[in-house]
DNA sequence: ATGTAAACGAGACGGTACGTCCAGTCTTGAA
DNA sequence: TTCAAGACTGGACGTACCGTCTCGTTTACAT
């Protein structure tokens, strides 16, 4: 969870950050927007909550988004861990699966509207990519490349289409509003990516 | 595209509703989304730019979401309509091409922000739904039930998980603001969904 | 009592003004100005107390200090009504005990502290002066004017000086706190001006 | 020039007092204020300028207000020193002259805002009175009950009453907003009341 | 020489009010 | 009835300072 660094000239300088307020404030940040989704993660709703001047937020977290990244990002991280073991394909379906359990709530809520505010805010979009796209996406797409290597997947395709083949469907039913993707779903797409729908 | 209908009392009694005014009002509202997506996309600055009164916009349109939705059919209809014959699989390949291409603008960047709202709003869900998502998605699926039935398809499979194979990676990239879905990306999800990516 | 105009364009058009809301606003600034002075006269108060939003104030206010103007204003009709005959210097003498009498509660102090805004607000000095300042003080001007026209007082005098010579000393003891000018006090402040000090 | 003294307990323990802080600090407010009146002068604004830290300020003043009187003291000693032989009328002329001249500027402008913040503020009022007010005053008031006791002036007024006499015309131009007391509009006052406008 | 008390630099914190932007509603007169 | 105009309520924003607090660091006197 990273938020501006405490401005960073020499190391211990000035009184120390309060750990206490960064954690009330997170807490309660996560608690609405578990409850009322983004709409209710509103800077002066959270400083309430959490005890803590309005200030104090904006000292750490730009906006709102931003703090809404990091509530993501903590979520996420509880609701499904970024996968460790991801040489082999099983672990592709295994995280398929988490990912589809998990993203149907506050994450995948949350998730859409910091995509949207992401198109005008460039920090939103570069802060996000860095600290929820990219990191999973790229750990799949060596997991792609490792199966592609020992020749259990075709290799004339980039390791990035094979991961939005198999991502792709998953946030689509999520993203779009659509049935709610269940494990079974995510199931079903792991094995026809790998076989195909053809006869 | 469908506003409000003219309070139905009697049938042609007092002012008649100004044809010009609706026209004015999603014309600057398409140009305004144009230029600066949904946040630009404010009543006011529709209001201003159309010649019109605030009034006249809510009496039509329930709010800005349900404005931006006839904005986006508006321009969807354009940049990619609704596929004629959907009775073979070379018209959803054509079709997936189409959205690649369409959808890398204005459209994905509404439909984005239109989701997002979505999510608290049951009368925009809807609309959005009944009006983008399922008139697409529902021909697309006959088009699959139908290849099936042909035996082009493996018919174990609901159609409309097909569907989702198909569309889910093209929304995949669109949405989550990666790579913009090229029509190249498209064929070869197209084929590699047909085909598997197995070996 | 002049706020801004009701945007000057064509004569009767859109809602018009609340006059309920304006006067509310105008009792709820002056109770607090009174209790509380300056300091209290907050625009999120005024509005509070007043049952009106915060926007409503700034429709027709620029700034909290404008609106303490219009309270100044109020109030000075109220206590120290401005000469109705000025063209005796029995007038005027009647005007100072009225001034001293008048100045040393709420309109003092908003008095003290619009004078130290003003001197770096273009606005609202101009606002000061044209609505506060410069009515009594012309019509003091013209009062000695006549009486120098006949004969009563020196001639050789501008006439602004006569008046700064009457006046001064009041709103010297009021605006540097010092002893309150008393009507006694006023009273041996005119009739020394007029006959001097010196033997 | 008054601060808060150094923590009263044993006599010369621990650090002593930054004397070239307190003479950064002063000089940092005095330009401060210089350029852009009271509302330039903030806390921060000194700190940074004077490359110290906030709490070193407001160690030695209790607050802006308190730091303001220092800037007018020492910008009033500079401009108009206090009058030295205060025995003779000759000396209030000059005197008169002096302070038109010196208090319209920075000096005028901040005693504007402390009389002002000092409604307010106790203390505030009291510094402002022992430091400002009250010293020049007096030494006027003890001129004049010399010059009555060498029978130059009529005994039958209060001394106060002759200093506000004098000194009320120069500071109600001054502070109302008027023309700027010029030197001569002082000469005229101190001639106008001691010979009377009147024929 | 060394311990300790106070000053100092830095900066986080709680807090108040500001003025702005829009949303969506209400009220009027004219078409 | 609709339309244009525009006043109204209301929520949240992000900013600027205030004055307080809590650190680590420095400095000089008193032991």
């Known amino acids: 969870v990273a938020t501006r660094s405490p401005t960073e000239t020499a190391p211990n300088r000035g009184r120390p950050r309060s750990e206490q307020a960064r954690r009330a404030i997170l807490k309660a940040a996560t608690a609405l927007a578990t409850q009322g989704g983004y709409p209710a993660l509103t800077i002066e709703a959270v400083a309430e ?20 990244i990091d509530v993501l990002v903590d979520i996420g991280m509880t609701a499904a861990p970024p996968p ?16 589809a359990a998990a993203a149907s709530g506050t994450a ?17 979009r570069t802060a996000l990519h860095e600290r929820v796209t990219y990191p999973r996406r790229e750990a799949s797409m060596r997991a792609v490349s490792a199966a592609q290597d020992r020749g259990e997947l075709r290799d004339d395709l980039h390791p990035s289409v094979v991961v939005d083949l198999l991502y ?10 659509l049935d709610a993707p269940t494990e079974r779903f995510a199931e079903q797409v792991f094995d026809r990516v790998l076989g195909g729908v053809g006869m």
Chains 1, 2, 3, 4 share one sequence.
Request: aromatic share 8%.
């Open 168 to 177: 792709g469907p998953i946030f689509y039913r999520l993203l779009m509003g």
């Open 108 to 124: 995948g809520e949350l998730l859409l509207a910091l995509l949207s505010e992401s198109q005008h805010d460039e920090a939103v």
């Open 49 to 68: 909550r959490a005890g803590v001047a309005r200030t104090t937020i904006y000292r750490w977290w730009a906006n709102r988004a931003v703090l809404a």
């Open 84 to 99: 460790t073991s991801t040489d082999s394909l099983r672990a592709i379906r295994l995280e398929l699966r988490r990912i």
